[in-house]
Nanobody
Framework: QVPLEESGGGSVQAGGSLRLSCAAS????????MTWFRQAPGKEREGVAS???????TYADSVKGRFTISRDNAKNTLILQMNSLKPEDTGTYYC???????????????????????WGKGTLVTISS
């Protein structure tokens, strides 16, 4: 197992910002794909943003233009910068990592996501209106 630990969650008002971090116990540069997921109360987990090993990123339509995913490989950390937050962004946010592509050419995207190899325990984000 490769521990992943999220931090940075909290409660903010709509329109505010939060910055989530995911610390890995292994080089983040070794993962072919890393993805942020979220799960709202009573809803299924959904992919939010994914980042390839080369740094290219893809976003769910619901967060495009507001969220930015990035890797800080020097610190072995995955980042999710969330701006212009909305009440519907409320949920528990998880980071996940994948060692290799499930088949040649498979894209690293939040929907449909890979069957990820490693998961963090989540950090709670609450957005009030």
């Amino acid at each position: 197992q490769v521990p992943l630990e999220e931090s940075g969650g909290g409660s903010v008002q709509a329109g505010g910002s939060l910055r989530l971090s995911c610390a890995a116990s292994r080089y983040t540069s070794s993962f072919i794909c890393m993805t942020w997921f979220r799960q709202a109360p009573g809803k299924e987990r959904e992919g939010v943003a994914s980042i390839e090993k080369d740094g290219s990123a893809t976003y769910a339509d619901s967060v495009k233009g507001r969220f930015t995913i990035s890797r800080d490989n020097a610190k072995n950390t995955l980042i999710l910068q969330m701006n212009s937050l909305k009440p519907e962004d409320t949920g528990t946010y998880y980071c996940a990592a994948k060692n290799s592509r499930p088949w040649w050419g498979a894209p690293c995207v939040p929907d449909p996501p890979y069957d990820m190899d490693y998961w963090g325990k989540g950090t709670l984000v609450t957005i009030s209106s």
